[in-house]
C-alpha cells in the first residue's frame, strides 16, 4: 500500500520525542499527539507518581513512553536526563521544553525567591536542556526538531484587576526571543526551533487564577472559550514533523484570538 505523501510528512515513526513537563497539562497533550502520530516518547518531570500516572494514561492509548524524573531548576538534571535517556532509546529527534513554574505577586514586592525559582526553571532549565540535546544528539545527527512553550504573557501586561505575574511574563518573554536566536544559530545544522504561545488552558498552574477571572477571560477571547485538551495538537505535530520542516524561529499563539483585541 502506497503511504499518501500528507500522511508521510506527519509520521514521526522511528522518532524519539523527549518532553520536559510530560507528565500533566499542556506536555501531556503534546505527547498524546506524538505518540498518536509514531514518535517514542520520553517524559521528564519533577514527581515520579505524576510521570507514572501519565505513562500509563499513553499506555492505554497504546503509546510508548519512558519516564525520568528529574528537577531542571537543579543545573545538574539536563545532562543527567540526555544521558538516560540516549543510553535508552539512542537518539532524540524532537525536544518540546514544556516544564515550566508560574509566581503570582504585584511588582513592587515581587519576592527575589520566586524570581529566581521562575527564571530558573523557565528559562536556565531549559537552555542547559537544551544545550545538552543539541551536543549530544541533534547537532551530531545534522537534523533537529525543537518546540518551546512560550505563553501569550509575553506580549501583553495582564488586564487590570488580575494578580501579576512579572518573573512568569519575563520569562515567556525571554522564550520568544530564545527561540528566534538559536533558530537562527542551529538552522545551518539542520534544526528548526519554534515556539507555541498558549493563552488560558484549564491546568493546575491556571487552576487559581481561572477560578476567579474565567469569565472575564472568555468574554474577552474571540472565540469566546479556554483552550482544551486537543487545542495544542494539530501545531505541536507541525513543528515536530517534516510538515513543518521549512517553518522555524516563529511564534504561534494559540490563544482563541485573545492577542488580537
Known amino acids: 500500500m502506497v503511504v499518501p505523501m500528507l500522511k508521510k510528512l506527519f509520521d514521526l515513526s522511528g522518532r524519539v520525542a523527549l518532553i520536559s513537563g510530560g507528565s500533566r497539562g499542556l506536555g501531556l497533550q503534546i505527547a498524546e499527539a506524538l505518540g498518536e502520530y509514531g514518535a517514542k516518547l520520553v517524559l521528564t518531570a519533577r514527581k515520579e507518581a505524576g510521570l507514572a500516572a501519565a505513562s500509563a494514561h499513553l499506555a492505554a492509548q497504546g503509546v510508548e513512553a519512558v519516564a525520568i524524573a528529574a528537577d531542571l531548576s537543579n543545573q545538574a538534571a539536563a545532562e543527567t536526563i540526555v544521558a538516560e535517556a540516549m543510553a535508552t532509546c539512542g537518539r532524540i529527534d524532537i525536544l518540546v521544553n514544556n516544564a515550566g513554574a508560574a509566581w503570582g505577586a ?94 488560558f488552558f484549564p491546568s493546575k498552574m491556571t487552576a487559581v487564577t481561572l477560578e476567579r477571572f474565567a469569565g472575564g477571560i472568555v468574554a474577552a477571547t474571540p472565540l469566546g472559550k479556554l483552550g482544551g485538551p486537543h487545542d495544542l495538537k494539530g501545531a505541536a505535530l507541525l513543528f515536530a514533523s517534516d510538515a513543518g520542516g521549512h517553518i522555524t524561529g516563529q511564534v504561534l499563539a494559540i490563544d482563541g484570538g485573545a492577542t488580537v483585541v
Not at 537534523?143 to 515567556?172: C, D, H, Q, W
Open 106 to 199: 504585584p511588582a513592587e514586592t515581587h519576592p527575589l525567591e520566586g524570581w529566581r525559582k521562575v527564571l530558573d526553571l523557565n528559562l536556565t532549565g531549559m537552555f542547559l536542556l537544551t544545550q545538552a540535546v543539541g551536543r549530544v544528539a541533534m547537532l551530531p545527527a545534522g537534523a533537529g526538531r525543537i518546540l518551546n512553550i512560550a505563553s501569550i504573557e509575553a506580549f501583553r501586561g495582564r488586564p487590570r484587576g488580575m494578580p501579576g505575574v512579572l518573573a512568569y511574563a519575563t520569562s515567556k518573554g525571554g522564550i520568544v526571543s530564545f527561540t528566534r536566536s538559536l533558530a537562527a544559530e542551529w538552522g545551518p545544522h539542520g534544526i528548526t526551533v519554534n515556539a507555541i504561545a498558549p493563552g
